[in-house]
């Protein structure tokens, strides 16, 4: 009995689907619901599993094909396990005589003394050994000769030689020496400057250029994103906060908050909190616009950008507004690791009304996001960096980090936007304020 494998329902808006790769080839022995192709669409990608417990007998999309909800991908048959038995008895048999135009099949004959033969023979070979020595044989015992060493970490090098060498950090012991003994000299080392060096390892392996047909999910992050642009009165405002506190009441409470949570205290709960605090204050922020409507959202589903190999994902983090610090941590994580993992389901990344973007985890000082569509407000992070600032009247070390609200300049006032930002740097500067939810 053969069962079909079909695209499966993909979720809202979602149609079609790319074929990324059939992780089962034909022929190949499977179990119910283990996964045998990987599909790809506009915002995750997902495994199909198997149906049945048999045999994948028939592949129907190859991969790169696009296929539509209810496509049939191939199929398999519960049979198929039993054919292939059949297979492997026939491969143990072979013709031995014909009569009478017919032939006779007996169970194929080995030669095992001729096998143990072998064996014993392969047992007495000695085993292949890598080494930089010279082993003599003797009558009585193997000997072992080292060959001169010319390590020229143990050479005694001039002094030009050595400041050239500390000066430029080379490896000495990737240098040819030409002096006595292959000792390094100054010219040895002066000749390494004409040298062209050597082609990266992507030229040497495709050539001058290469052409790679971008993947759905990066055809969507570009159309979405060039939409952005198109589509809103794109602005950005900043403005700097004083990590200090935030980062000594981690410091402090990190080893009681990870004993009793299990998580550790991070980040982007306080932004989560200060985010929502401010999204409260200022509701055209956690608002869209639909055609020549303003839908401002009463609830407060943050999403946060994450970064895999296959591209950027923004999941969402649902009621964000009723969770505590080790609730946001905990959900976080775990939203973050089903990204990097590829597991992501349409549901979390759908819902989303205001964005946090980290770009500080890279290294980014300082930038200008685009708006995650139809949202109207964007929050970007950047690393934190020990700068001189001016406290109460002296100039002290602090630990500050830039921050960026890119807004839809058509339902967001200027004062709005820099009031919420200010809003978020207030509350980030004095965390105590998002305890006591003033």
């Not at 808006?13 to 669409?41: C, F, M, Q, R, Y």
């Not at 014909?98 to 169970?107: A, G, H, T, Y």
């Not at 009621?319 to 993992?341: G, P, V």
């Amino acid at each position: 009995m053969s069962e079909k494998i079909v695209v499966p329902v993909l979720g809202e808006s979602i149609t079609e689907a790319t074929v990324a790769k059939w992780l089962k080839n034909a022929g190949d022995a499977v179990e119910a619901d283990e996964p045998i192709v990987e599909l790809e669409t506009d915002k995750v990608n997902l495994e199909v599993p198997s149906p049945v417990t048999g045999v994948l007998t028939e592949i129907n999309s190859k991969d790169g094909a696009v296929v539509e909800v209810g496509a049939l991908l191939g199929s398999v048959s519960e049979n198929g396990s039993a054919g292939l038995a059949k297979k492997e008895e026939i491969k143990k048999v072979e013709p031995t005589q014909k009569e009478d135009n017919v032939i006779k099949l007996e169970p194929s004959k080995k030669e095992p003394k001729i096998f143990e033969e072998k064996i014993e023979e392969k047992a007495e070979d000695e085993p292949l050994v890598l080494t930089d020595e010279v082993i003599e044989e003797t009558p009585k015992a193997k000997i072992k000769k080292s060959e001169p060493k010319t390590n020229t970490e143990s050479q005694t090098l001039s002094p030009a030689v050595r400041k050239i060498v500390v000066e430029n950090k080379i490896d000495i012991n990737s240098v040819q020496g030409s002096g006595k003994d292959g000792r390094v000299l100054k010219g040895d080392l002066i000749s390494l400057m004409g040298v062209n060096p050597q082609p990266s390892e992507r030229k040497v392996q495709y050539g001058q250029e290469e052409r790679i047909k971008m993947t759905r999910l990066r055809q969507t992050i570009a159309k979405r994103l060039k939409q952005a642009q198109e589509n809103a009165a794109l602005l950005t405002t900043f403005n700097e906060v004083d990590m200090t506190n935030i980062m000594e009441m981690r410091k402090d409470n990190q080893q009681d908050f990870q004993n009793r949570y299990g998580i550790k205290l991070g980040f982007m709960s306080f932004f989560v909190k200060a985010c929502v605090v401010a999204l409260k204050n200022f509701p055209a922020v956690n608002a869209e616009i639909d055609g020549d409507e303003i839908i401002y959202k009463n609830y407060y589903n943050l999403s946060f950008a994450v970064g895999t190999e296959k591209g950027l994902v923004v999941p969402v983090l649902r009621d964000a507004d009723e969770l505590s610090f080790a609730d946001i941590e905990k959900n976080i994580k775990d939203i973050s690791e089903k990204a990097r993992d590829g597991k992501l389901t349409i549901e979390d990344l759908q819902g989303g009304t205001f964005t946090i973007s980290n770009g500080g985890v890279y290294g980014s000082m300082l930038s200008t996001p685009i708006l995650n569509l139809p949202q109207s407000g964007v929050l970007g992070m950047h690393n934190i960096i020990e700068r001189p600032v001016v406290v109460d009247g002296e100039i002290k070390i602090r630990p500050i980090m830039y921050l960026a609200l890119s807004y839809d300049h058509r339902i967001i006032d200027g004062k709005e936007s820099v009031s919420f930002l200010k809003m978020i740097k207030e509350n980030l500067e004095d965390p105590r304020r998002l305890f006591l939810d003033i």
